[in-house]
């Protein structure tokens, strides 16, 4: 069998997570990278034995690619994407998806009318313990979700900003905190809850990084159309990156989250529980707080395209918490409830 031709756009630090799962696949191969910055897409084609470019668009015309990987500044995810997909090729792409819904909902069109698939990263729902809570929650052993809450207390220096182009501007990142950060943790509540959200209710502010234009610092309400009320906290100056937590208030149970380990107390006293296993720890899961799950949800969507079937995250699915994370701006800008 022939593997996926595989280009890789975007040469930073999210790059290697990408580079060597694709390196492993034994259903993707390596092709070519790409980075305007020339050294970067250099280094990664010199390592990983690919062709490098410094324009994405002749990489694609040049290598007949299955499908690209896009690891750039959020800004230019629909860009690449709407471009990728109008020449036939695949499309996975980190998250966000995009910064605007609008834009989100011009890939999903674009990728829909040029039939190729659209995935994009969020990795952590394939870690063990989130695969878990979410079957526990589906069997209905649980009952009903009363209420949830969730809190990621991070922590970014200016230098993380300063040093970066993109990182700390509405334009180019569309946001801070929210849509960078938080955006695992609020996407994988929302998966865990299921339901559509009825409004959103949410302050922002930036505290801490004078430096950048966006927001350091957000907390709110979601509340869901199943009745279940999400409260969610985020910033990214406390003093160290604090293991994620959240909590989901069941009739039957509570289930408890802290970084990627669950634990479920149902009220009749059972318990389950899941965390990562030996194996997981590898070197190349990268840092402690972007978890272990690019490489599986990496391989899993090469696994849907040889098999014809849709990417278990694709545009619509990523779409939810995009539209999630722009009513958080709204309202944190509006200082109202939105409705969604
Ligand atoms: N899933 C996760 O846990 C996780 C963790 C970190 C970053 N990310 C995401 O990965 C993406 C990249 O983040 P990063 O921290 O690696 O950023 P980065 O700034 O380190 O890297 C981005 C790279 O894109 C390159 N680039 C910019 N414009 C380009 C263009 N037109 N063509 C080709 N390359 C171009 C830059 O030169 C740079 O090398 C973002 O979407 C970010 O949110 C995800």
Redesign the pocket.
Known sequence: MNRFRVGL???????PLHLEAVSKSSIAELTAV????EE?AKAAAEKYGCNYYT??KEMIEKESLDSIHI????Y??PV?AVYAAEKGVNVLT???MSVTLEQADEMIEACKINKVALGV?F?NRYNAGSKLIKKTLESGELGRILSARMRVNWYRTSEYYTS?D??GTWDKEGGGVII?QAI?TLDLLRWFINSPIEYVDANISNRFHPEIEVEDCAEGVVKYKNGAISIFQALNYYSYNAPIDMEIHCEKGLVKMVADEAVISFNDGRELTASRSAMDNSEES?KDY??IG?AAQIEDFYQSLLKGEKPFIDGEDARKTQALVCAIYQSGRERKKVNL
């Open positions: 756009i975007g040469c930073g630090a999210i790059s790409s980075d305007i910055r970067r324009n994405y690891c750039t500044p959020h230019l995810h690449i980190e998250k966000p990263i990795q970066s993109w990182k960078n695992h990268g972007w978890g690019h």
